[in-house]
């Protein structure tokens, strides 16, 4: 197993309800409406080791690597990463776990029984019934306890109960006949069974006749399973999003509302994610990953900058293949000692799965809805093939390393001559209540853009050259059971590397939240996040010395030459509630809405309300 050392007054329903409802009815009433734009629960610690925990991630999804694509498999069209998939997995890894030396002196109660009657802790010497069960225990060894060590010698017994019980002990006698041991057998005992396999003749031939049609049941699912080491974990999600009417001030931005928004219409998509996870030992796995979907809230009008505002309102489990199958992670998992572990892999590596997440809710399939609030952008840097490492310092210390080229099979950009994203991670459990994580990345992009994904994601001109640092950390504190406190913060500075060109571009980002675990019933979740997408707060590019290409300047603004130096005009605030209802283990609905005021860092526009119904079946 890839583990190592795990360490561990508003109604907010009723909101949530009301605004989605008018928002999908205004939606398919309104006139306008037809103008024609995929992841520690509570379950899962924090500091549990991230290249386990992102097994069955919705991964970082990106289009399949080909040479003639290198402009655009650089950027993820879905930033989300991990799912209730990797929750499924991690199950059956920690049932699948080799057994630690301290557990090898604990009797195993369920496959051993016991060896000795005192080791049922509500026996005593006193109980009428001891000597009787000293006797079976000590003399044939044909009693069990319960896991917790108990016989619950009070508790009502069926007659098939009762029989189960017999027929072990006939087992243990005729093992101890068969090794010609008979005289060790009282033949008083002896008559006894022969009375007791009289009266429960009906009872024991039906238990045996259970076992027979259940080891050939057995032999039939053997002989017809897909892999003796292979097993399938999927992700399936159903989403029913729109916004309401709006129009931005964006063209140009003069404190006028000049751009309406051209993608309000009611839409239905899914994203399906499935994984084949492959355990060759309980040190290594290799994994599998397929992907699906026609999922998208996206703009596609350029001529009025409306697509400037898809990175704002995108939404977590957003996927658009074209309904195609696309290959997600095929990565190769295993242990180097007992506090390290490896990752390497031809795609699906980046810092997303490497990388532990604080944020223990963190999922497109369970956690928030929008792509902002999954995880600190920085984060986002997409990878494809490479290496990353994930080691335990210590109970509360662990240091994650990745490399990951985007074009790696390309001739002409390879692992070291093309786009990469390198980084580390330090992740801290000072207490049982408290998660940090400090972070520092590394980027090199062909396209003028963070790939992240997320807020202000175009930084300068088509095909420019960026070598980028990003600097960042989350944290989290469980307040109680049921309330988690959490933040991040997030800073980006990229220089040119074009011929020509000169300058650089920051960009800022941050967010606070609040989650509600079991939030009026057991396996809910409610949530608050808000927060500033990243924000480009300075940009002075040049081309032969003279400002040019820099973004905020080159949407258009009143009184600033196109291309001049300087930041964004305003800030754009995120504020997102949502609330997830699960249905059974297996299925959950989560509604949901999004304001987001002053979008495209920019005053004078409407804000933006995004309602959405998200769906997710898990298996």
């Not at 939606?27 to 610690?45: D, M, R």
């Not at 069955?56 to 080909?66: A, S, W």
């Not at 002196?105 to 009428?128: E, H, I, Y």
């Not at 399906?272 to 397929?290: C, E, M, P, Y």
């Amino acid at each position: 197993m890839l583990k190592i050392k795990p360490k561990a007054s508003i109604n907010l329903v009723a909101l949530t309800a009301t605004t989605i409802s008018s928002t999908l009815i205004l939606s398919a009433l309104h006139p306008n409406y037809a103008q024609a734009e995929v992841q520690k629960e509570a379950a899962i610690a924090s500091n549990e080791s991230e290249l386990v925990r992102s097994i069955g991630y919705d991964p970082m999804i990106m289009p399949t690597t080909t040479a003639n694509q290198s402009q655009t498999l650089q950027s993820p069209t879905n930033p989300s990463t991990d799912s209730e998939v990797i929750r499924a997995i991690n199950t059956e890894l920690v049932q699948s776990k080799p057994v630690k030396t301290s557990d090898r002196t604990k009797p195993n109660l369920n496959a051993q029984g016991v060896t000795s009657v005192s080791q049922l802790s509500d026996v005593r010497p006193t109980d009428w019934a001891f000597t009787a069960l000293q006797s079976l225990v000590e003399r044939y060894g044909c009693i069990a306890g319960y896991p917790d060590s108990t016989f619950r010698g009070r508790q009502a017994t069926s007659r098939y109960e009762f029989a189960a019980g017999l027929n072990a002990c006939l087992d243990k006698i005729n093992e101890i006949i068969s090794a010609g041991l008979a005289d060790k057998v009282s033949q008083e005992d002896l008559a006894t069974l022969k009375k007791l396999q009289e009266e429960f003749a009906a009872e024991l031939a039906t238990l045996r006749g259970r076992v027979d049609a259940l080891e050939a049941k057995t032999a039939k699912l053997e002989a017809q399973q897909f892999s003796t080491t292979t097993k399938l974990f999927g992700q399936a999600i159903f989403g029913l999003q729109s916004r309401l009417p709006n129009t931005g001030n964006l063209t140009p931005r003069d404190g006028t509302r000049n751009t309406v928004d051209d993608a309000t219409n009611l839409t239905f998509g899914y994203n399906l994610q499935l994984s084949l996870v492959t355990q060759f030992d309980n040190r290594s796995l290799l994994l599998t990953g397929i992907q699906a979907g026609n999922a998208s809230t996206a703009s596609t009008l350029f001529a009025n900058n409306n697509f400037l505002t898809n990175t704002y309102t995108r939404l977590g489990y957003e996927l658009d293949t074209a309904n195609s199958i696309q290959l997600s992670d095929l990565s190769y998992r295993f242990l180097v000692g007992d506090n390290l572990a490896v990752i390497v892999g031809a795609a699906g590596v980046a810092p997303s799965s490497v990388f532990r997440g604080p944020n223990r809710y963190e999922s497109a399939g369970q956690g928030a809805l929008s792509a902002f609030a999954q995880r600190n952008p920085i984060l986002n840097f997409p990878g494809q093939a490479g290496i990353g490492f994930d080691w335990q310092i210590s109970d509360n210390i662990s240091l994650q390393g990745v490399y990951a080229a985007a074009l790696a099979s390309d001739p002409n950009n390879g692992l070291t001559g093309g786009p990469f994203t390198a980084g580390v991670q330090l992740a801290l459990t000072p207490s049982d209540a408290i998660d940090l994580a400090l972070y520092y990345l590394n980027s090199y992009t062909t396209n003028a853009s963070l790939n992240t994904g997320v807020g202000d994601n175009l930084i300068g001109p088509i095909a420019g050259r960026f070598s980028t640092n990003a600097f960042g950390g989350t944290a989290t504190w469980r307040i109680s059971p049921q309330i988690t406190l959490g933040g991040w913060a997030g800073y980006t500075t990229s220089a040119t590397r074009d011929a020509g060109l000169g300058g650089s571009v920051d960009t800022f980002n941050w967010m606070a939240f609040l989650n509600f675990p079991d939030l009026f019933a057991e396996g809910n979740l409610g949530g608050i996040y808000v927060g500033q997408p990243p924000k480009i707060t300075s940009s002075n590019l040049t081309q032969n010395g003279v400002p040019a290409f820099n973004i905020p300047s080159a949407i258009g603004l009143a009184g600033v030459a196109p291309g001049d130096f300087g930041g964004q005009p305003a800030s754009t605030t995120h504020l997102e509630l949502f609330y997830r209802m699960r249905l059974n283990d297996n299925i959950s609905i989560t509604p949901g809405v999004l304001f987001i005021f002053n979008p495209v860092q920019t005053s004078g526009s409407d804000t933006i309300t995004v309602g959405a119904i998200r769906t997710t079946f898990t298996f």
